[in-house]
């Protein structure tokens, strides 16, 4: 299984910006896709999440109403739609992949990870 994140650049406070998260290898309707982040000194945090199966998102607190997650599944592609981003959401996000219906908030079990995509908002 290899994810590809893409998507990320420079915006500036109250802008919008769209991730995506393609899979390719092994596919399965029991799996789920998590978004992390990871800012300069801090530990990786959970934001979103969907299961493949029946479509549930999950979000952290910091993200609700603001940010977006959804699937294409015909194209193995997982989107974050992030609006009114704030400074404090700058940060490497990451997508990554569990085999399992479960949506995890905890990084450690999620066997595959994309390269990270760098967000920057600019106040």
């Known amino acids: 299984v290899q994810l590809q994140a893409s998507g990320g650049g420079l915006v500036q406070a109250g802008g919008s910006l769209r991730l995506s998260c393609v899979h390719s290898g092994r596919t399965s309707n029991d799996a789920a896709t998590g978004w992390f982040r990871q800012a300069p000194g801090k530990e990786r945090e959970f934001v979103a999440g969907v299961r493949w199966s029946g479509g549930n998102t999950y979000y952290a607190d910091t993200v609700k109403g603001r940010f977006t997650i959804s699937k294409i599944s015909a194209k193995n592609t997982v989107y974050l739609q992030m609006n009114s981003l704030k400074p404090e959401d700058t940060a490497v996000y990451y997508c990554?992949?569990?085999?399992?219906?479960?949506?995890?908030?905890?990084?450690?079990?999620?066997?595959?990870w994309g390269q990270g995509t760098q967000v920057t908002v600019s106040s």
């Open positions: 990554a992949l569990r085999w399992g219906s479960t949506v995890h908030r905890a990084a450690q079990l999620y066997g595959y």
